[in-house]
């Protein structure tokens, strides 16, 4: 392996559904923003999601809330479900949920 270029993790996922442009714009962006974001890309309503290996805690943290906010199922992030990321409310909780527990109204 060369170590020039950097080793990735591939997350596919059902894409979410958006109800506005403003709605996906913000979606993306989000992606694009994330510590590991390498790549995305769509094959109908599937996105493959490619991040740098070993992905990051905050990475992981905002992938969880993402796709939460945008109830999509987190079973592809499992992966990601390691070390100190590994007891977050949001692996087991939607955000309302997770608000609830943290005592938020």
């Known amino acids: 392996m060369n170590d020039k270029y950097p080793r990735l993790m591939d997350i596919s996922f059902d894409g979410p559904t958006f109800f506005a442009q403003e709605d996906e714009n913000r979606f993306f962006n989000w992606i694009y923003a994330l510590p590991a974001y390498e790549e995305i890309r769509g094959r ?45 409310a949001l692996w087991e909780s939607d955000l309302v949920e997770a608000g609830e527990m943290r005592g938020d109204d």
């Open 44 to 88: 109908g309503t599937m996105l493959d999601l490619k991040l740098c290996d070993p992905v990051d805690v905050d990475t992981t943290t905002q992938l969880l809330v993402i796709f939460r906010r945008w109830r999509i199922d987190v079973e592809p992030l499992l992966p990601l479900k390691t070390g100190e990321v590994a007891g977050h």
